[in-house]
T-cell receptor
Framework: NAGVTQTPKFQVLKTGQSMTLQCAQD?????MYWYRQDPGMGLRLIYY???????DKGEVPNGYNVSRLNKREFSLRLESAAPSQTSVYFCATQKEPYEQYFGPGTRLTVT | GENVEQHPSTLSVQEGDSAVIKCTYS??????FPWYKQELGKRPQLIID?????GEKKDQRIAVTLNKTAKHFSLHITETQPEDSAVYFCAASIEAAGNKLTFGGGTRVLVKP
């Protein structure tokens, strides 16, 4: 029972490159979320998915796309990375009705 | 949208003393208020939460209070220990609106032995 897993753990990109961050959960939760955490700051919601096949924007969606492939997996894609997207990215799932549990994070640097 | 402010940004306490962190929120429709603890380089971990139909909740040395009228809630840690040193985040959400959490800016707590 791995809970919430994220890959990769670390990534360095050059400006303009693209990549996909992967998140998977084995807790059979319906809702999944993507947050970013900048140094010394709280987390900000990028996108969320209330159920398989549905996604919606959060507070800071610009520059990102998401895909809820199935109930287990929720991916975040950066089409053309920018230095402003340097951050730690956390995926989370929600145990109904309220509690959110976070994955270990992906540390992304864009040069 | 919702705005959550958290104070203080840093807090240094002597081991055994109490620590109090305060948060205010702007949207009166918010009805769920979790607190997360984040150790350096680790994921945020839920330590306690409160819903708007409750004024106070305790779990061993940790307690949270909620004042809906004033739109603020607080985390209280009693008998602090060195392992309580971490960054603590408050958050607020409206369960009916997809439970999208809005986080405060965090409080770095240092417990001095």
């Amino acid at each position: 029972n791995a809970g919430v897993t994220q890959t990769p753990k670390f990534q360095v990109l050059k400006t303009g490159q693209s990549m996909t961050l992967q998140c998977a959960q084995d807790m059979n939760h319906n809702s999944m979320y993507w947050y970013r955490q900048d140094p010394g700051m709280g987390l900000r919601l990028i996108y969320y998915s209330a159920s398989e096949g549905t996604t919606d924007k959060g507070e800071v969606p610009n520059g990102y796309n998401v895909s809820r492939l199935n109930k287990r997996e929720f991916s975040l894609r950066l089409e053309s990375a920018a230095p402003s997207q340097t951050s730690v990215y956390f995926c989370a799932t929600q145990k109904e009705p309220y509690e959110q549990y976070f994955g270990p994070g992906t540390r992304l640097t864009v040069t | 949208g919702e705005n959550v402010e958290q104070h203080p940004s840093t807090l240094s306490v002597q081991e055994g003393d109490s620590a109090v962190i305060k948060c205010t929120y702007s949207d009166s429709a918010s009805n769920y208020f979790p607190w997360y603890k984040q150790e350096l380089g680790k994921r945020p971990q839920l330590i306690i939460d409160i819903r708007s139909n409750v004024g106070e909740k305790k779990d061993q040395r940790i307690a949270v209070t909620l004042n809906k009228t004033a739109k603020h809630f607080s985390l209280h840690i009693t008998e602090t220990q060195p392992e309580d040193s971490a960054v603590y985040f408050c958050a607020a959400s409206i369960e009916a609106a997809g439970n999208k959490l809005t986080f405060g800016g965090g409080t770095r707590v240092l417990v001095k032995p």
